[in-house]
């Protein structure tokens, strides 16, 4: 058990540590998000919980998939131009998981701590401020849920472009200190 314990333990810090970003067209398409990360080594929330979800069942765990619904001017982490353009953008599905009836969040890459929440393997929590949550049994009852829901936003793309840049610079200042 300790040898399966240490073995989610590393699949975590591995797909923790991947950079968070947001590629356009995984968050709706199971198989594209996981060809990404293999591919990028590099994804959102949802990328990075299809594919760890995916690793935890190929090791016989029981997984979870857990879709918290937010808005992005709610969280803190965030500098003011972020939460300025966020402020008029549509309800957001973040994406974790339940994994043998523990909450893993792997989310934020370490290089974004301390401004965004990194967490560790023991101590998960979910890393964005939430209004409700959601759980769903496989990775397509959470696609066909958002694809119900999902508004569209013509602020969403520049929002997500400066996120991601917002987060490239945080990491290349975070290496030269």
Known sequence: MKDLYELQKRLFLEVRDMPFEIIPGTSLDYQKAIESIKKYKKGSCTSKHFFLGYLYQQLGLNVLY????????????????????????????????????????????????????????????????????????????????????VKTSPFLQKFYSELNEYTRKLRTLHLRV
């Not at 992005?72 to 549509?90: G, I, K, S, T, Y």
Request: charged share 30%; aromatic share 14%.
């Open 66 to 149: 857990k879709t918290y619904l937010f808005y992005w001017v709610d969280q803190e982490f965030l500098n003011e131009e972020l939460r300025h353009l966020a402020r008029n953008l549509p309800e957001q599905y973040h994406l974790a998981l339940y994994v043998e009836g523990r909450l893993i969040d792997a989310t934020f890459d370490k290089l974004l701590n301390p401004i965004f929440p990194v967490n560790e393997f023991e101590n998960c929590k979910v890393s964005i401020e939430y209004v409700d949550e959601i759980t769903h049994s496989t990775p397509l009852e959470r696609i066909s849920f958002v694809k119900e829901r």
